[in-house]
């Protein structure tokens, strides 16, 4: 739990994929703290998980929120995300991307339409978000974007995925120097293989049980490890900036 006289009453946070695991928690986790929250999604199918996220915290903490849909990659709806925060709350202060896409898969397999996939939803769609932050972001704001412990491993098979992750952090690096005079920070976290169903789609049993072997505590690292580091890199922890945090339980060092 945060210290009791930290709060982000008036300030407002856009969360992407913020609908489930570690999107929908950070969502909750704001709203603790009495954010407005922007709580985004990509595909159909999460609306609903949306709009009940959207009543719970209205009735559990009493703040307000929108849910927006919007394919990131392109750049009216990216705008639009940020366009509709400002609109109904009157600033943006928070601005968080935690969507992404992973694949596993030998880089000798991997199609012409999966490596655009890829590149779309981890590089292209931060790039738009960022971009926008810049334009709507209140100044003493703060950006965090959601990477991958896999940017200090060497291992096979998560080429492409390593390699649309990898601009991401210095997409934040070169933002948290052109936005320091305007008192945004910005920084990445890492997390480690996570206990949730973006790692098991890509998985065996047996790797999975691998990873639990090489976390502290012989398990995978869990959302409620993530959350708390996010909300100190927007709050008592903004001095912070342009760095890459990973919070693998020493599944990797970098």
Do not use: C
């Amino acid at each position: 739990m945060a210290p009791l006289n930290i709060s982000l009453k008036g300030k407002t946070a856009i969360v992407t994929g913020g609908t489930k695991n570690l999107g929908a928690s950070t969502v909750k986790e704001l709203a603790r703290l009495e954010a407005n929250l922007v709580i985004h999604y990509h595909s159909d199918s999460e609306k609903l998980n949306g709009e009940n996220l959207k009543q719970e915290i209205k009735d559990q903490y009493g703040v307000g929120s929108i849910v927006v849909k919007g394919d990131l990659s392109i750049e009216e709806d990216a705008e639009n995300l940020f366009k509709q925060a400002k609109d109904k709350f009157g600033s943006v202060d928070i601005a968080i991307n935690n969507a992404g896409k992973v694949l596993k898969k030998p880089i000798g397999e991997i199609s012409t339409k999966e490596y655009d996939q890829l590149f779309d939803i981890n590089t292209k769609a931060s790039f738009q978000f960022l971009k926008y932050a810049y334009k709507y972001l209140a100044d003493n704001g703060s950006i965090v974007f959601l990477v991958t412990s896999l940017l200090a491993a060497y291992t096979p098979f998560y080429g492409l995925y390593q390699g649309a992750k990898a601009p991401v952090e210095y997409f934040a690096k070169t933002a948290s120097k052109e936005l320091h005079d305007r008192g945004i920070n910005v920084n990445s976290v890492a997390p480690g293989p996570m206990d949730t169903p973006f790692l098991y789609g890509q998985e065996t049993k047996e790797s999975v049980e691998f990873f639990k072997t090489q976390g502290l505590g012989n398990r995978l690292t869990k959302v409620e490890d993530i959350v708390p580091i996010i909300r100190f890199l927007v709050t008592e922890g903004k001095w912070i900036t342009g760095q890459t945090i990973y919070a693998s339980g020493g599944f990797t060092a970098h």
